[in-house]
């Protein structure tokens, strides 16, 4: 069956970086747009980054842009969630996602995913 597994979460202080990566197992990965979303106690989930199954094509939350980098590496089934300059406010549980295979947007709704990882706690201390 289909596997994704978050790593890299943790302690982290404001301005620090972090670096997350998800695992991806059970599926043709270089089929699936990749995902980062991210959920805090009380509120919904919310997308923070994207890649497309195709490579290249990107795309970022308004508040994430410029910060963090999302990116795959098809050899090793892997998507990677390089966060810098990090803020009180990133705050929350990371989770990997993806939609069904030959997904072609990058602007992704929690609803559109058919795939979750566990998820991976990330604080940033102020």
């Known amino acids: 069956q289909v596997q994704l597994v978050e790593s890299g979460g943790g302690l982290v202080q404001a301005g620090g970086s972090l670096r997350l990566s998800c695992a991806a197992s059970g599926l043709t990965f270089s089929y699936y747009t990749m995902a980062w979303f991210r959920q805090t106690p009380g509120k919904e989930r919310e997308f923070v980054a994207a890649i497309k199954w195709s490579g290249g094509t990107t795309y970022y939350a308004d508040s994430v842009k410029g910060r963090f980098t999302i990116s795959r590496d098809n050899a090793k089934n892997l998507v990677i969630l390089q966060m810098s300059s990090v803020k009180p406010e990133d705050t929350a549980v990371y989770y990997c996602?993806?939609?069904?295979?030959?997904?072609?947007?990058?602007?992704?709704?929690?609803?559109?995913?058919?795939?979750w990882g566990q998820g991976t706690q990330v604080t940033v201390s102020s």
């Open positions: 996602a993806a939609p069904a295979r030959f997904w072609n947007t990058v602007v992704l709704t929690p609803t559109q995913i058919t795939y």
